[in-house]
């Protein structure tokens, strides 16, 4: 064989080896890139499954906070009910047996004072807190207030007397009192009146013949136009 086929044959074997290399290498980089796609898509679809995962996560929180508000809100609701139908059961039951005027009286006054008041002992012998917001009386027409003494003035009581369950409070001349005005006629010592009590939650409680009680001078001083204040010195006689 001569050196010129030697050397024929030789590029000839070069030329399939290398256009086998060739192809051999094409395919790989097909494998390669196929791969690689298929990472790709995985990590894609992973990616959306953990977005849909982290989606659920976040609805079912979403959720689980409103049941829980939801449920706040029925319980909240449920005991609004109860303490309603306790206040409604309740609403109106006070009797004199309840609520009671211990030494109860009524200053005396001629005819043209215009007004007095009523004091003693306002006692609650039930099992709740009891709040009274005014009172009448049966000796007729005439304006009836709950009044205070702040700063040695007598004003109206807004909101009433609360008297604690089992407790009692005091109407006394220099503090709460409960106020006659725009009487005209006399109520002379030795009558009585019946005086009835109201409370805030509907009750009302009538106290028979409260007697009426002649005061000694200078324990009151109600002024003539109304705005009327209480020497401090309270020595009456009962």
Do not use: W
Request: proline share 1%; glycine share 10%; charged share 30%.
């Amino acid at each position: 064989m001569t050196t010129l086929k030697l050397s024929r044959i030789s590029i000839a074997s070069l030329a399939v080896v290398t256009l086998a290399l060739a192809g051999c290498s094409d395919s790989t980089k097909e494998s390669v890139d196929e791969a690689a796609s298929a990472a790709t898509s995985a990590a894609a679809e992973a990616g959306e499954d953990a977005k849909d995962a982290a989606k659920d996560a976040g609805d079912k929180v979403k959720n689980s906070a409103e049941d829980a508000k939801d449920a706040v809100k029925e319980a909240g609701d449920k005991a609004k009910d109860s303490a309603e139908d306790v206040k409604n059961a309740t609403a109106g039951t006070l009797t004199s047996d309840d609520v009671h005027l211990h030494d109860g009286f009524i200053k005396a006054i001629p005819a043209g004072a215009g007004m007095t008041a009523i004091f003693g002992s306002l006692e609650n012998h039930s099992d709740r807190e009891v709040t009274l917001i005014g009172f009448t009386t049966s000796l007729g027409d005439a304006t009836y207030e709950i009044h205070e003494v702040v700063d040695g003035k007598m004003q109206e009581k807004k909101g009433g007397i609360a008297i604690k369950a089992g407790g009692e409070h005091v109407l006394e001349p220099g503090a709460d009192h409960l106020m006659i005005l725009g009487y005209d006629g006399a109520i002379e010592a030795g009558a009585t009146a019946d005086v009835t009590l109201e409370f805030a939650d509907g009750s009302k409680v009538t106290v028979k013949d409260v007697a009426v009680r002649a005061i000694g001078a200078g324990e009151e001083d109600y002024s003539a136009d109304g705005d009327h204040g209480m020497d401090m010195d309270h020595d009456h006689d009962k």
